[in-house]
Protein backbone atom coordinates (compact mmCIF):
# COMPACT_ATOMS: atom_id res chain seq x y z
CA UNK A 1 0.00 0.00 0.00
CA UNK A 2 1.44 3.26 -0.96
CA UNK A 3 1.67 5.96 1.42
CA UNK A 4 -0.64 8.31 0.28
CA UNK A 5 -3.20 5.68 0.19
CA UNK A 6 -2.18 5.00 3.82
CA UNK A 7 -2.77 8.43 4.73
CA UNK A 8 -6.46 8.23 3.73
CA UNK A 9 -6.92 4.82 4.76
CA UNK A 10 -6.09 6.51 8.43
CA UNK A 11 -8.19 9.33 7.78
CA UNK A 12 -11.54 7.70 6.43
CA UNK A 13 -10.51 5.02 9.71
CA UNK A 14 -10.51 8.70 11.98
CA UNK A 15 -13.67 9.58 10.64
CA UNK A 16 -15.63 6.45 11.34
CA UNK A 17 -13.90 6.36 15.01
CA UNK A 18 -15.23 10.19 15.45
CA UNK A 19 -18.92 8.92 14.09
CA UNK A 20 -18.60 5.89 16.78
CA UNK A 21 -17.56 8.58 19.33
CA UNK A 22 -20.77 10.98 18.54
CA UNK A 23 -22.99 8.03 19.57
CA UNK A 24 -20.76 6.26 22.55
CA UNK A 25 -18.63 8.90 24.13
CA UNK A 26 -15.97 6.60 24.01
CA UNK A 27 -12.77 8.40 22.38
CA UNK A 28 -10.27 5.65 22.17
CA UNK A 29 -10.38 4.90 18.73
CA UNK A 30 -10.37 8.73 17.85
CA UNK A 31 -6.73 8.89 19.80
CA UNK A 32 -5.63 5.47 18.28
CA UNK A 33 -5.74 6.60 14.83
CA UNK A 34 -4.23 9.87 15.90
CA UNK A 35 -1.74 8.43 17.02
CA UNK A 36 -1.29 5.68 14.59
CA UNK A 37 1.59 7.65 12.54
CA UNK A 38 3.94 7.18 14.72
CA UNK A 39 4.04 3.53 13.38
CA UNK A 40 4.72 5.53 10.19
CA UNK A 41 6.84 8.20 10.52
CA UNK A 42 10.61 8.97 10.59
CA UNK A 43 10.67 10.93 14.07
CA UNK A 44 14.70 12.13 13.39
CA UNK A 45 13.60 14.12 10.97
CA UNK A 46 10.65 15.47 12.40
CA UNK A 47 12.34 16.52 15.44
CA UNK A 48 15.53 17.63 13.26
CA UNK A 49 14.62 20.70 11.83
CA UNK A 50 12.91 22.39 14.98
CA UNK A 51 16.11 22.77 17.36
CA UNK A 52 15.38 26.18 17.99
CA UNK A 53 11.70 26.21 18.29
CA UNK A 54 11.89 22.99 20.94
CA UNK A 55 12.27 25.62 24.17
CA UNK A 56 8.57 26.94 22.93
CA UNK A 57 7.50 23.93 24.59
CA UNK A 58 8.05 25.90 28.37
CA UNK A 59 5.24 28.13 27.45
CA UNK A 60 2.84 25.54 28.34
CA UNK A 61 4.07 24.65 31.67
CA UNK A 62 2.45 27.94 34.03
CA UNK A 63 -1.20 26.61 32.33
CA UNK A 64 -0.64 23.41 34.39
CA UNK A 65 -0.33 25.04 37.73
CA UNK A 66 -2.91 28.14 36.96
CA UNK A 67 -5.80 26.48 34.75
CA UNK A 68 -7.23 23.41 35.94
CA UNK A 69 -4.20 20.59 35.13
CA UNK A 70 -6.18 17.37 34.30
CA UNK A 71 -7.66 19.83 31.60
CA UNK A 72 -4.63 21.14 30.64
CA UNK A 73 -3.06 18.00 30.07
CA UNK A 74 -5.94 16.70 28.31
CA UNK A 75 -5.52 19.76 26.16
CA UNK A 76 -1.61 18.63 25.95
CA UNK A 77 -2.67 15.26 24.58
CA UNK A 78 -5.66 16.69 22.18
CA UNK A 79 -2.74 19.53 20.19
CA UNK A 80 -0.27 16.93 20.78
CA UNK A 81 -2.16 14.13 19.04
CA UNK A 82 -3.73 16.33 16.63
CA UNK A 83 -0.52 17.99 15.62
CA UNK A 84 1.08 14.31 14.97
CA UNK A 85 -1.58 13.05 12.30
CA UNK A 86 -2.30 16.50 10.57
CA UNK A 87 0.59 18.52 10.31
CA UNK A 88 3.05 16.03 10.72
CA UNK A 89 1.79 13.19 8.67
CA UNK A 90 -0.94 14.38 6.38
CA UNK A 91 0.90 17.42 5.90
CA UNK A 92 3.51 15.46 4.28
CA UNK A 93 0.87 14.05 1.20
CA UNK A 94 -1.26 17.10 1.08
CA UNK A 95 -1.69 20.77 0.60
CA UNK A 96 -2.25 22.96 3.79
CA UNK A 97 -5.91 24.03 2.55
CA UNK A 98 -6.64 20.42 2.05
CA UNK A 99 -5.58 19.26 5.05
CA UNK A 100 -7.54 22.08 7.17
CA UNK A 101 -10.59 21.18 5.63
CA UNK A 102 -9.76 17.28 6.65
CA UNK A 103 -9.15 19.18 10.20
CA UNK A 104 -12.10 20.60 10.37
CA UNK A 105 -14.69 17.69 9.77
CA UNK A 106 -14.15 15.58 12.41
CA UNK A 107 -14.89 18.69 14.80
CA UNK A 108 -18.28 19.64 12.62
CA UNK A 109 -18.66 15.40 13.02
CA UNK A 110 -18.68 15.83 16.54
CA UNK A 111 -19.57 19.18 17.72
CA UNK A 112 -21.63 20.41 15.04
CA UNK A 113 -21.85 24.33 15.85
CA UNK A 114 -20.34 27.63 14.97
CA UNK A 115 -16.65 27.04 16.57
CA UNK A 116 -16.30 23.53 15.19
CA UNK A 117 -16.15 25.06 11.72
CA UNK A 118 -13.69 28.14 12.93
CA UNK A 119 -11.60 25.38 14.05
CA UNK A 120 -10.33 25.78 9.73
CA UNK A 121 -8.62 28.84 10.31
CA UNK A 122 -6.34 28.45 13.31
CA UNK A 123 -5.52 25.14 11.66
CA UNK A 124 -4.33 26.78 8.66
CA UNK A 125 -2.05 28.72 10.71
CA UNK A 126 -0.87 25.93 12.49
CA UNK A 127 0.05 24.12 8.84
CA UNK A 128 1.91 27.48 7.83
CA UNK A 129 3.65 27.49 10.92
CA UNK A 130 5.12 24.09 10.72
CA UNK A 131 5.47 24.74 6.75
CA UNK A 132 7.60 27.68 7.70
CA UNK A 133 9.44 26.24 10.62
CA UNK A 134 9.17 22.24 10.45
CA UNK A 135 9.04 22.51 14.51
CA UNK A 136 6.56 19.88 15.17
CA UNK A 137 6.54 20.86 19.30
CA UNK A 138 6.08 24.71 17.70
CA UNK A 139 2.87 23.65 16.47
CA UNK A 140 1.63 21.32 19.66
CA UNK A 141 2.71 24.84 21.53
CA UNK A 142 0.09 27.00 19.43
CA UNK A 143 -2.45 24.35 18.90
CA UNK A 144 -2.26 23.95 23.22
CA UNK A 145 -2.61 27.66 23.61
CA UNK A 146 -5.41 28.45 21.59
CA UNK A 147 -7.24 25.61 22.90
CA UNK A 148 -6.57 26.91 26.81
CA UNK A 149 -7.38 30.44 25.57
CA UNK A 150 -10.99 28.73 24.42
CA UNK A 151 -11.80 26.81 27.34
CA UNK A 152 -10.87 29.85 29.45
CA UNK A 153 -12.56 32.82 27.45
CA UNK A 154 -14.55 31.19 24.34
CA UNK A 155 -16.48 28.16 25.65
CA UNK A 156 -19.20 29.87 27.71
CA UNK A 157 -19.74 32.22 24.21
CA UNK A 158 -20.38 29.10 21.92
CA UNK A 159 -22.96 26.94 24.38
Known amino acids: MNNKLLSVSLYIA ?19 ILLSPILFIDFKSVFSYSRKYDLSIIFILPFLFIHEPLQALNNLFVAFSEELFF ?19 PHIIIYQDLHSIL ?14 TKSFSLAIVLHFLSNEFYVAFLSEIFK
Open 14 to 32: LIISTIIYKFTNLPYFIYV
Open 87 to 105: RVYLLSYFSNLLTSILFTI
Open 119 to 132: TFFPSLFYGFVYQK
